[in-house]
């Protein structure tokens, strides 16, 4: 690649990434933790690299980590084999303890309404849904469930997110 259409890639995918914090500010998505979405943005389904298949029970998740290289676009498609309802929320330990507050106030207020997070997903008992995450390194990137109690009692695991290799390695 030349350096010429190396600045322009660059370029390009900043405006990307520009347009879609910009959607994401917009009306009705408005909540968003307080700190945007350090560790990637959501993903373009058009654009996965990868699936990631994860089995949610109760309460446990049947993975404690995943590999994920910067820059990687990745579906992960959770099925719940418990017989609770679980989350699956990706994001910071921030976010994470975010969304579990608001899923407790939701709870105590007579049940959780749909997630509207691009960044997380409610799994009915039986069911499979996916999430599409596109990684930015991060200090530290979860994957968790956050209905009460649940994250606490173990449903949480890392996201170690590498570096992309320089070129020539
Ligand atoms: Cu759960």
Redo the contacts with the bound molecule.
Sequence with gaps: MTRTSTIISVAAAFAVALAVNVAIAGPGHGDQHGSGFAGGRPGDPAEVDRTVRIT?GD?YFDRQSIEIRAGETVRFVVTNKGE?E??FTLGTPKVQKAHRAEMARRMSDGGAEAHADPNAVMIDPGETASVIWTFERTERFLFA?N?PG?FEAG?QGEIDIRPVPSAGA
Excluded: E, I, N
């Design positions: 949610a309460t609770l679980h989350d469930c209905v649940h449903m």
